[in-house]
């Protein structure tokens, strides 16, 4: 199976193929022990580099004394170091790509008292009653509610990245995509106005050399997901709202975004069904429980699961009343009255 689902992977692996930068490493067992293991790989590699950097010197300073005629013997030292030298490099280039793989959210401006609220807001599709009298702090603008008022506060800079990506031009390179084909971006956060290089920045989210020449028409999905990404974040916000952020991605992109959504200084509203994302992001969950209602819970994903056991019976599934973990049901609406 191929999946971005890491409590999924955690239950259900028992091999994992891991592709990384065209190697291929197989692995027994699940998500967890991989981690450990590939935690363990990357150590060792760091000491290997290490070491070969040190050899390196000692070679180097060989090659630079020896002198001008040399005996078979010594060619072949020569060429070992060369030889060295090429793995060098190239381990060095994929720590290199590895490490620029760092987003950063720029703050726009401290948000005030007031960032978005809700009140008796409902909300139907057809005959179904999706949620009523809801108090939420939750907007994006594209759909309108039946009832109820919206306020959004005068500090709020919204930016919003939805699953569909269908403002992206195809026709485009990834480069031209994010930073409209300037060499300087420049992107206004708390400290003011910064200038970024615009190669810099778009290889911050993992395309870096020929990947920033791209047709984004000929992108997979988790690469136009980052160019969508990349592309929302060049103008700063304070509230961002991100509709499945986490489909498609790699998992080095997963967690770059996780530490990036952890230092942001401004408010966060996902929609996800990425449970381990969710355990490591959230800090409340509006969960829709079925017939029509909705919790506002404070905790992560995996301490609304236990309360939603512990309070709505043993069987209660993530999605609490309507859904039973080990019978899961189709989720129920109440009809909606005109």
């Known amino acids: 199976m191929i999946t971005h689902d890491r409590y999924f992977l955690d239950n259900v692996a028992g091999w994992i193929l891991e592709i990384d930068h065209g190697r291929t ?6 998500y967890s ?6 935690n363990a ?18 070679e180097l300073e060989w090659v630079r004394m020896s002198p001008r005629a040399r005996q078979a013997k010594s060619r072949a030292r020569v060429s070992a170091y060369e030889e060295l ?27 005030g008292s007031q960032v ?9 599709y057809g005959d179904k009653l999706l949620f009523d009298d809801l108090a939420f702090r939750l907007l994006v603008g594209d759909e309108q509610p039946d009832a109820g008022s919206i306020t959004i506060g005068e500090t709020v800079d ?8 269908a403002v992206l031009d195809p026709d485009r390179t990834v480069y031209e995509e994010i930073t409209d084909g300037h060499d300087t971006l420049r992107i206004t956060g708390l400290d003011g106005a910064r200038e970024v290089n615009g190669r810099a920045f778009v290889a911050s989210f993992n395309f870096t050399g020929s990947d920033q020449q791209k047709r984004v028409g000929d992108l997979a999905g988790g690469e136009r997901n980052r160019v969508h990404l990349a592309r929302t974040l060049t103008s700063g916000c304070n509230v961002l709202l991100l509709d499945e952020p986490t489909n498609d991605l790699d998992v080095d992109t ?11 200084g401004g408010c966060a509203v996902v929609i996800s069904h990425d449970r381990w994302f969710l355990d490591r992001v959230a800090t409340h969950v509006l969960a829709f429980e079925g017939d029509s209602v909705v919790r506002w819970f404070e905790g992560n994903f995996t301490d609304y699961e236990a309360f939603a056991k512990r309070e709505l019976g043993a069987d209660a599934g993530p999605t609490g009343r309507g859904s039973a973990a080990s019978h899961p049901t189709r989720i129920t609406y109440k009809p909606f009255a005109r």
């Open 25 to 30: 490493h197989p692995f027994e067992g699940n």
């Open 158 to 165: 919204i930016a919003y990245v939805d699953q569909s990506r």
């Open 33 to 38: 022990a991989w981690l450990e293991h590939r």
């Open 116 to 124: 978005i609220e809700a009140e008796g807001l409902v909300k139907a």
């Open 85 to 111: 030298l090429a793995t060098h490099r190239q381990a060095t280039d994929e720590q290199r790509r590895a490490d620029a793989l760092q987003i950063t959210i720029p703050m726009s401006r401290r948000l």
């Open 254 to 264: 997963l967690r770059a975004l996780e530490a990036a959504l952890e230092s942001f």
């Open 41 to 58: 790989r990357i150590v060792a590699q760091q000491r290997q580099s290490d070491a070969r950097a040190r050899t390196l010197a000692q």
